[in-house]
């Protein structure tokens, strides 16, 4: 059987704002804007008028904010464990990496 070729490509940048409209909400970046959608690309549609749909739009809308933040965050805590200092960083810091580099894979859809 023949494997699938899966090709990861980049994301389109953030940041991404959503906009509700009745029982829709949308959610995508505001580069450029068509009217019919206000926004340039969109990212997602959900149909759903609960509280809980409007708290995913929020999350999904925060995405490319929070991963960026992730990778920063990543970033301090190795360059801090590579100054073996203690008072720089903890075993507790430490222990984050395996759980940030799992959440930044996922996001990357490296997972």
């Excluded at 990861?8 to 509700?20: D, S």
């Excluded at 990778?71 to 395996?98: C, G, H, N, V, Y």
Aim: charged content about 30%; overall charge negative.
């Amino acid at each position: 059987m023949e494997k699938t070729k899966s090709y990861i490509v980049e994301p389109i940048p953030g940041p991404w704002h959503y906009k509700k409209n009745g029982f829709q909400i949308t959610i995508g970046n505001e580069s450029t804007r068509h009217d019919y959608l206000e926004h340039d690309y969109t990212v997602c549609v959900i149909e759903d008028n609960s509280f809980q749909a409007e708290s995913n739009a929020c999350l999904i809308a925060a995405a490319p904010d929070l991963l960026k933040q992730l990778k920063s965050a990543r970033e301090m805590i190795a360059s801090a464990m590579e100054k073996d200092d203690p008072l720089w960083f903890t075993q507790q810091e430490a222990a984050l990496l395996d759980p940030i580099d799992e959440a930044i894979s996922k996001a990357e859809g490296k997972e």
